[in-house]
Nanobody, 133 residues
Framework: QVQLVESGGGSVQAGGSLRLSCVAS????????????MAWFRQAPGKEREMVAN????????TYDASVKGRFTISRDAAKKTMYLQMNALKAEDAGIYYC??????????????????????WGQGTQVTVSS
C-alpha cells in the first residue's frame, strides 16, 4: 500500500497556472517490467471523477484527456517520490478536486493510458482547484 499526499491546489483566475504535487510514502518501482500507473484525476461537483493525465512509472510515456492536452503536463521525480501536474491556461471547467492515484505494479506501460479507474488502488485525499472567470 502507498500513501499519497497532494498539495498545490488553490484559487486562480482563468488563464493562470498552478502546479500540483503528489508525494508517495515509499519509492515506486521504475522498472519497465514491473511498472505501475500513476495518474491525476479530478472531480467537479455533481460529476464523476475523471482521469486528466497519467504515466507509467517505468517510462515517461504520458496520456492526457483531450480537454487538457497542450495545457497540462504530468511529470515525475522518482528520487523525490513525487509526481507533478503543471496546469497552464486554466479554465473555469478545470475547477474541482484533484486526486493523485497509483495502480499496483505489473501493469504494462502501454496499458496505462486506458487503465480503468477501478484499477487504481491507492488514492490521495485530494486538493481543491478553483478557477474564477
Amino acid at each position: 500500500q502507498v500513501q499519497l499526499v497532494e498539495s498545490g491546489g488553490g484559487s486562480v483566475q482563468a488563464g493562470g497556472s498552478l502546479r500540483l504535487s503528489c508525494v508517495a510514502s515509499r519509492s515506486i518501482s521504475t522498472s519497465l517490467s514491473n511498472s505501475a500507473c500513476m495518474a491525476w484525476f479530478r472531480q467537479a461537483p455533481g460529476k464523476e471523477r475523471e482521469m486528466v493525465a497519467n504515466m507509467p512509472t517505468g517510462n515517461s510515456f504520458t496520456t492526457y484527456d483531450a480537454s487538457v492536452k497542450g495545457r497540462f503536463t504530468i511529470s515525475r521525480d522518482a528520487a523525490k517520490k513525487t509526481m507533478y501536474l503543471q496546469m497552464n491556461a486554466l479554465k473555469a471547467e478545470d475547477a474541482g478536486i484533484y486526486y493523485c492515484a497509483i495502480s499496483p505494479a505489473g501493469v504494462a506501460w502501454y496499458d496505462c493510458g486506458a487503465l480503468d479507474r477501478s484499477r487504481y488502488t491507492d488514492w490521495g485525499q485530494g486538493t481543491q482547484v478553483t478557477v474564477s472567470s
